[in-house]
T-cell receptor, first 112, second 111 residues
Framework: DTGVSQNPRHKITKRGQNVTFRCDPI?????LYWYRQTLGQGPEFLTY????????KSRLLSDRFSAERPKGSFSTLEIQRTEQGDSAMYLC??????????FGPGTRLTVL | QKEVEQNSGPLSVPEGAIASLNCTYS??????FFWYRQYSGKSPELIMF????GDKEDGRFTAQLNKASQYVSLLIRDSQPSDSATYLC???????????FGSGTRLSIRP
């Protein structure tokens, strides 16, 4: 399977805990994006990497959120001190130089 | 004004009919436009992209773009029950690489 993969697919955590999600993009894609989606809404942009450089961050991305793509391949998204409002589907997408973005299956986060 | 606007629906269409989904966007300089399909609990799946004014056809799907009116639509011919899903309109604004999504239109195909 050469699509975008994300792990874990589901995460349940208690408020105040830290969580980390991983995204593996399509191998030849140099761009990687993180989005968050809540029920009844479209995905909201969080951040974007071109190779290992983080080029854009949404103001939605508070200082509790951090993302890395250390070798320009996979990426991690960490949420520190989780809050109930962080419960959402976290989506990763990748693209080549063209615009078209392909999404992974997502990680569903539930904060109790 | 939202950057990408869609009617949330639900839009109910009989099987075999044409489903018409509409979207407007606010950034006149936007160049890239996408339609994604999303089944409940799943991630968005790319259906079509369109860059130029006019129509683009792919199988039962036709995307239409009118940049002067800042309007993009998706037509689904011969609608099938498996087309029942939420359809997300997405736009890349002129100044960005990120995609801005609408909130989606829920489509229901009734047998």
């Amino acid at each position: 399977d050469t699509g975008v993969s994300q792990n874990p697919r589901h995460k349940i955590t208690k408020r105040g805990q830290n969580v980390t999600f991983r995204c593996d993009p399509i191998s030849e894609h140099n761009r990687l994006y993180w989005y968050r989606q809540t029920l009844g809404q479209g995905p909201e942009f969080l951040t974007y990497f071109q190779n290992e450089a983080q080029l854009e961050k949404s103001r939605l991305l508070s200082d509790r959120f951090s993302a890395e793509r250390p070798k320009g391949s996979f990426s991690t998204l960490e949420i520190q001190r989780t809050e109930q409002g962080d419960s959402a589907m976290y989506l990763c997408a990748s693209s080549s130089e063209a615009d078209t973005q392909y999404f992974g299956p997502g990680t569903r986060l539930t904060v109790l | 004004q939202k950057e990408v606007e869609q009617n949330s629906g639900p839009l109910s269409v009989p099987e075999g009919a044409i489903a018409s989904l509409n979207c407007t966007y606010s950034d006149r300089g936007s160049q890239s436009f996408f339609w994604y399909r999303q089944y409940s609990g799943k991630s968005p799946e790319l259906i079509m992209f369109i860059y130029s004014n006019g129509d683009k056809e792919d199988g039962r799907f036709t995307a239409q773009l009118n940049k002067a009116s800042q309007y993009v639509s998706l037509l689904i011919r011969d609608s099938q029950p498996s087309d029942s899903a939420t359809y997300l309109c997405a736009v890349i604004p002129s100044s960005a690489s990120k995609i801005i999504f609408g909130s989606g239109t829920r489509l229901s195909i009734r047998p």
